[in-house]
Nanobody, 119 residues
Framework: QVQLVESGGGLVQPGGSLRLSCAAS????????MDWYRQAPGKQRELVAA???????NYADSVKGRFTISRDNAKNTVVLQMNSLKPEDTGVYYC?????????????WGQGTQVTVSS
């Protein structure tokens, strides 16, 4: 079983920054992709940023140039640095990982952390 624990959400004014962290633990042999999703009230969950074990990254158009995702493969952690935050970035942010352990592939979600951008 794999667990993801997120930290770093909170309330910030427009234009401010936040740093979200996520650590994976449990029966992990390797993690292919670690990514961040978010869900705003009344909206579907959407992919924000993804990072592969090989160092490739992908971003939603709405966050390109403002958010940066980075991974530490050895520690099974991922960080989302969010700058120039806008009110529309408000939502619950979820860490997600796809990987392999105990002889099978897995997909795991964190519990979510609230990000609120408001003056």
């Amino acid at each position: 079983q794999v667990q993801l624990v997120e930290s770093g959400g909170g309330l910030v004014q427009p234009g401010g920054s936040l740093r979200l962290s996520c650590a994976a633990s449990g029966s992990i042999f390797s993690i292919y992709v670690m990514d961040w999703y978010r869900q705003a009230p009344g909206k579907q969950r959407e992919l924000v940023a993804a990072a592969t074990s090989g160092g490739n990254t992908n971003y939603a158009d709405s966050v390109k140039g403002r958010f940066t995702i980075s991974r530490d493969n050895a520690k099974n952690t991922v960080v989302l640095q969010m700058n120039s935050l806008k009110p529309e970035d408000t939502g619950v942010y979820y860490c997600h990982a796809n990987g392999y352990g105990l002889g099978r592939n897995f997909g795991a979600w964190g519990q979510g952390t609230q990000v609120t951008v408001s003056s």
